[in-house]
């Protein structure tokens, strides 16, 4: 009888083991994939950075753009004498 009792509890434990390492696998398989969406996401905000950067960059040549049309008006309206 206690053979019995044995055999049930190690086909049991068997049966759990398996079931632990099924487990184990799924979870492996969904840090892998949290891995790979993560790269991405870092890929993706690294490229948004870079376009913000080139954004930034348009907008500092821009306002040198205006800087100067404003300078060059300014010394317009002093030669026709238009400024108080």
Do not use: T
């Given at each position: 009888?206690?053979?019995?009792?044995?055999?049930?509890?190690l086909e049991q434990l068997r049966v759990?083991?398996?079931?632990?390492?099924?487990?184990?696998n799924e979870v492996q398989a969904m840090r892998?994939?949290?891995?790979?969406?993560f790269?991405?996401?870092k890929m993706r905000l690294n490229s948004l950075e870079r376009l913000v950067s080139g954004f930034h960059d348009d907008?500092?040549?821009v306002q040198g753009r205006?800087?100067?049309v404003d300078g060059r008006?300014?010394?317009?309206?002093?030669?026709l004498e238009l400024t108080s």
């Open positions: 009888m206690s053979d019995n009792i044995e055999n049930l509890i759990f083991r398996g079931e632990i390492q099924a487990l184990r892998e994939e949290a891995r790979e969406e790269h991405g996401v907008i500092v040549i205006i800087d100067r008006i300014d010394r317009i309206e002093k030669r």
